[in-house]
């Protein structure tokens, strides 16, 4: 076969293609005509009068109806989120906000804090702790930052208190002999101190010296206080708990404030919160303390503040210190038993003394036992005065530890007097307490307090 027969061919292939393209194309159009010529008939047969009705085609049948279900539980909730845009953008921001603070407390709680060494790998960050060496809070506070990588030193006044810190075996925990009784002797100890921390310091042999820095200083003050009425607190307890508390940390500080000042050292200073928050009857020493010693500290931080040295306050609630010797409070009774009072003021104070030490017992308020509720952790506190020695800018008062913001607050804002029911206080009629009765309530109010 030529060429020339096969290009014939292929144009013949090309016309049979066009004519049945065609032809379908007639065909689909003559039969969208009749369908349309067919459905026209049938409109108007159907809009005939002249027709029966049995002629007629008969008419379409009506659209099925769709059935609604119940809306969902998705549904509804959509719903009300379209109908209350305002009130769920409020809640969405309050919920993302409480996560994000959670979830920002929770990464610095469990973020790693270290001290900072010097260049050879040596520690040079120094750290003064003021307070009793045989009180918990004071032991677990030096082996956390010696554990962080801080030198410890403890202020003693005693070959007893120097015996306890050097019991530690810890090499990075030091005593500081410190007797701010003698003036001469606490001038020698701070030049001997200062004289330790600009002296170039060799870690270990071959290393290059280096010099250490005072970071801060921590006033831990006693924190167990005497309870009772007023009456029955001898002026020698006054006294003792004003100079070892008050004074204590007063001529503490002013000892140390020249190096405070030469280092750019911070001040920290720990005080209970929960009784002078809520300020209940029968515990008038640890109020007028806690108190003095917080004015104390408002006007150091002030004063210091124009040199830019960071003064810091710590209200503490109560912790749990299972782990250095027992579960203790932080804050404890240590009054007299009210067996001990004369027997007029065992008659007006003894029932709502004792109903008071009850309940705040049972609610982990001022005992110095274990009660049913568990204190935070002492990490919290570790934490918040590793962060207050280190951060930039340091919050001026830290409140660490259960019950330190809720007490607070309810010392703000409800009423003395109903802090005082709750507590169990009721008014006491003179006039029901008869004076034969007294010596007979002696025996009672022993047994009543064996019992708690």
Same mark, same amino acid.
């Given at each position: 076969?030529?060429?020339?027969?096969?290009?014939?061919?292929?144009?013949?292939?090309?016309?049979?293609?066009?004519?049945?393209?065609?032809?379908? +194309?007639?065909?689909?159009?003559?039969?969208?005509?009749?369908?349309?010529?067919?459905?026209?008939?049938?409109?108007?047969?159907?809009?005939?009068? !002249?027709?029966?009705?049995?002629?007629?085609?008969?008419?379409?049948?009506?659209?099925?109806?769709?059935?609604?279900?119940?809306?969902?539980?998705?549904?509804?909730? &959509?719903? !009300?989120?379209?109908?209350?845009?305002?009130?769920?953008?409020?809640?969405? /921001?309050?919920?993302?906000?409480?996560?994000?603070? @959670?979830?920002?407390?929770?990464?610095?709680?469990?973020?790693?804090?270290?001290?900072?060494?010097?260049?050879?790998?040596?520690?040079?960050?120094?750290?003064?702790?003021?307070?009793?060496?045989?009180?918990?809070?004071?032991?677990?506070?030096?082996?956390?930052?010696?554990?962080?990588?801080?030198?410890?030193?403890?202020?003693?006044?005693?070959?007893?208190?120097?015996?306890?810190? #050097?019991?530690?075996?810890?090499?990075?925990?030091?005593?500081?002999?410190?007797?701010?009784?003698?003036?001469?002797?606490?001038?020698?100890?701070?030049?001997?101190?200062?004289?330790?921390?600009?002296? =170039?310091?060799?870690?270990?042999?071959?290393? %290059?010296?280096?010099?250490?820095?005072?970071?801060?200083?921590?006033?831990?003050?006693?924190?167990?206080?005497?309870?009772?009425?007023?009456?029955?607190?001898?002026?020698?307890?006054?006294?003792?708990?004003?100079?070892?508390?008050?004074?204590?940390? @007063?001529?503490?500080?002013? /000892?140390?404030?020249?190096?405070?000042?030469?280092?750019?050292?911070?001040?920290?200073?720990?005080?209970?919160? @929960?009784?002078? %928050?809520?300020?209940?009857?029968?515990?008038?020493?640890?109020?007028?303390?806690?108190?003095?010693?917080?004015?104390?500290?408002?006007?150091?931080?002030?004063?210091?503040?124009?040199?830019?040295?960071?003064?810091?306050?710590?209200?503490?609630?109560?912790?749990?210190?299972?782990? *250095?010797?027992?579960?203790? #409070?932080?804050?404890?009774?240590?009054?007299?038993?009210?067996?001990?009072?004369?027997?007029?003021?065992?008659?007006?104070?003894? #029932?709502?003394?004792?109903?008071?030490?009850?309940?705040?017992?049972?609610?982990?308020?001022?005992?110095?036992?274990?009660?049913?509720?568990?204190?935070?952790?002492?990490?919290?506190? #570790?934490?918040?005065?590793? +962060?207050?020695?280190?951060?930039?800018?340091?919050?001026?008062?830290?409140?660490?530890?259960?019950?330190?913001?809720?007490?607070?607050?309810?010392?703000?804002?409800?009423?003395?007097?109903?802090?005082?029911?709750?507590?169990?206080?009721?008014? *006491?009629?003179?006039?029901?307490?008869?004076? =034969?009765?007294?010596?007979?309530?002696? &025996?009672? !109010?022993?047994?009543?307090?064996?019992?708690?």
């Amino acid at each position: 076969m030529t060429s020339d027969d096969q290009h014939f061919l292929d144009v013949l292939a090309g016309i049979s293609r066009d004519i049945r393209k065609f032809t379908g +194309d007639i065909a689909d159009a003559t039969d969208r005509h009749f369908e349309y010529v067919a459905a026209t008939i049938k409109d108007k047969l159907a809009a005939a009068d !002249w027709l029966p009705q049995s002629a007629r085609p008969p008419p379409p049948p009506p659209p099925r109806a769709i059935s609604r279900l119940p809306p969902g539980y998705l549904d509804r909730v &959509q719903d !009300w989120v379209s109908r209350n845009r305002a009130i769920t953008a409020a809640v969405v /921001a309050f919920v993302g906000t409480g996560a994000f603070l @959670i979830w920002r407390k929770k990464k610095g709680y469990n973020r790693k804090r270290r001290a900072r060494r010097a260049t050879n790998g040596a520690r040079r960050e120094v750290i003064v702790i003021a307070g009793p060496p045989s009180s918990p809070i004071t032991k677990t506070i030096s082996l956390d930052l010696e554990r962080r990588g801080f030198i410890v030193y403890v202020v003693v006044n005693s070959v007893e208190e120097e015996q306890i810190v #050097h019991g530690e075996a810890r090499v990075d925990i030091r005593p500081l002999n410190l007797d701010i009784v003698d003036s001469l002797s606490t001038r020698e100890a701070i030049e001997h101190f200062n004289n330790i921390l600009l002296s =170039p310091h060799i870690a270990f042999s071959g290393a %290059s010296p280096h010099n250490l820095n005072f970071a801060g200083l921590l006033l831990v003050p006693d924190l167990i206080y005497p309870s009772g009425p007023i009456e029955t607190v001898s002026p020698e307890l006054w006294s003792d708990a004003l100079n070892a508390k008050v004074l204590s940390t @007063i001529a503490t500080t002013q /000892a140390f404030l020249p190096t405070i000042c030469e280092f750019k050292a911070r001040v920290l200073v720990l005080t209970p919160s @929960i009784v002078s %928050s809520l300020r209940p009857p029968f515990h008038g020493v640890e109020s007028a303390v806690v108190g003095a010693l917080e004015g104390f500290t408002t006007s150091l931080r002030g004063e210091l503040g124009t040199l830019g040295i960071d003064v810091c306050q710590f209200k503490l609630g109560t912790f749990d210190y299972g782990s *250095v010797g027992g579960k203790h #409070h932080i804050q404890s009774i240590g009054g007299p038993k009210t067996y001990a009072w004369p027997a007029s003021a065992r008659a007006l104070y003894a #029932h709502n003394y004792v109903t008071q030490s009850r309940i705040a017992g049972s609610k982990g308020l001022f005992n110095e036992n274990g009660s049913v509720s568990a204190g935070s952790a002492l990490r919290e506190l #570790h934490n918040a005065i590793f +962060d207050a020695l280190t951060q930039k800018r340091p919050r001026k008062v830290w409140r660490v530890g259960r019950g330190s913001v809720a007490y607070d607050i309810v010392g703000k804002w409800v009423p003395t007097g109903l802090v005082g029911w709750i507590l169990g206080i009721r008014r *006491v009629s003179l006039d029901e307490v008869a004076e =034969p009765k007294l010596e007979d309530s002696v &025996q009672s !109010w022993e047994k009543v307090e064996s019992s708690l």
